[in-house]
């Protein structure tokens, strides 16, 4: 059976004998457009030993035909008819995936090493446009992680909105982004009224998420107290489910974690600490954990660069 689809060109390829069903996999991503600005009309033409379609589908002796930066045809080898004017590029050693998705990210925070300060003080002192410019590095790693869609939670001056628009127009690549703009801090808005009039805004600016910080900590802040109250994280899923949107949760303790489960939270962010009561009444209303294993990780690996004790 073949296919005929027209897809952004971001493909991860598994390195693997043709027939094995275990597998050593080694992950990189296939991005022609990466090199230059220009993109080439040339019809190409990959031929994969396995491709897994993005419905778990396993095609055999598959190849995928690329006219410039669109995936125009899938399908087995024997079934697909190969324009004659196409490059054949022979990756039979390899299986092709779907891109990674990558469901919490900053894509906006840039740390220019070359220039002194920690991470967060150049974060204070960098323009928006500048920051978003320099974030382009951010969105390239992103793309050769294999990672072709990302949910960025979290940026101010309106920045992911810019980085979401400039991918999509293709002025910038990057992977597919769904932005959630300003996140709710307690620091910021505070009781219902203000705490919808914020979702409210966010949503008209154009995010695809509302966020919200739902306790404290985070980068050297080990703490995780309640900011806010369960009326207003109520206050918040309303407006965006309202408007057809998904409310996040940064969440650290157990008290924010099942506060936000029973105001209606769609993600829990972080969550450390959670009970098991919670858990359980996440599964039963198909609310997602996003543990975000690697954020505290990276923090405590690189503690000397950031000041961290």
Known sequence: MTKSVSLPISTILLRTPVGMKNFRAIAFLLLWL???????????????????????????????IINADRIVGVGKEKELIVPTNAEIIDLREYTAIPGLIDAHTHMTYYWDKTRPGDPWSQGRTVQP???????QENAKKSLE???????????????????????????MKGPRMFVAGQGLSIGRVKGIADVQQFAEKQLALGA??????????????????????????????????????????????????????????????????VDDSTFIEMAQRGIIYVPTVDHNRYYAAHKEEYGYD
Not at 148 to 154: A, E, I, Y
Not at 244 to 267: C, E, I, Q, W
Request: charged share 20%.
């Open 34 to 64: 990466a090199h230059s600005a220009v993109v080439s009309a040339q019809v190409k033409a990959l031929y994969f030993g396995e491709l897994i379609d993005g419905l778990g589908k396993k095609i055999t002796n598959a190849v995928v």
């Open 129 to 135: 446009a500048v920051k978003v410019f320099l974030a």
């Open 145 to 171: 992680t294999g990672v072709t869609t990302v949910r960025d939670l979290g940026a101010g001056d309106n920045m992911s909105f810019a980085m979401r628009d400039l991918i999509d127009r293709g002025a």
């Open 208 to 273: 695809d998420w509302i966020k919200l910080f739902g306790s404290t900590g985070s980068a050297k802040d080990v703490t995780g107290f309640q900011t806010y109250s369960y009326e207003e994280m109520k206050a918040a899923a309303e407006v965006a489910h309202k408007a057809g949107k998904r409310l996040a949760v940064h969440s650290y303790g157990p008290d924010g974690a099942k506060a936000a489960v029973k105001a209606g939270a769609n993600t829990i962010e972080h969550a450390t600490d």
